[in-house]
């Protein structure tokens, strides 16, 4: 329960940049995405919300490879 209420925290509620990137700090932002995303990679892993986790970790790892736009 406390794994889905903070990827859901993180996908609803976080405050993200223009383009998407999630805004979790002013140093280190793209790394704190990335571990995010792994994250939220390991609990689609686990049956929670697998659609729509993957399809939220794949927008910041897509950002993080250089698709900012």
Same mark, same amino acid.
């Given at each position: 329960?406390?794994?889905?209420?903070?990827? #859901?925290?993180?996908?609803?509620? *976080?405050?993200?940049?223009?383009?998407?990137?999630? %805004? +979790? #700090? *002013?140093? /280190?932002?793209?790394? $704190?995405?990335?571990?995010?995303?792994? $994250?939220? +990679? &390991?609990?689609? #892993?686990? /049956? $929670?919300?697998? #659609?729509?986790?993957? *399809?939220?970790?794949?927008? &910041?790892?897509? %950002?993080?490879?250089?698709?900012? /736009?």
């Amino acid at each position: 329960n406390s794994i889905k209420a903070y990827v #859901d925290y993180l996908i609803n509620d *976080q405050e993200k940049t223009p383009k998407g990137l999630l %805004y +979790l #700090d *002013q140093w /280190g932002s793209l790394g $704190l995405a990335a571990n995010s995303a792994l $994250l939220m +990679l &390991q609990a689609a #892993d686990l /049956g $929670l919300s697998p #659609d729509s986790y993957r *399809q939220f970790a794949k927008t &910041q790892i897509d %950002y993080a490879l250089g698709d900012g /736009g």
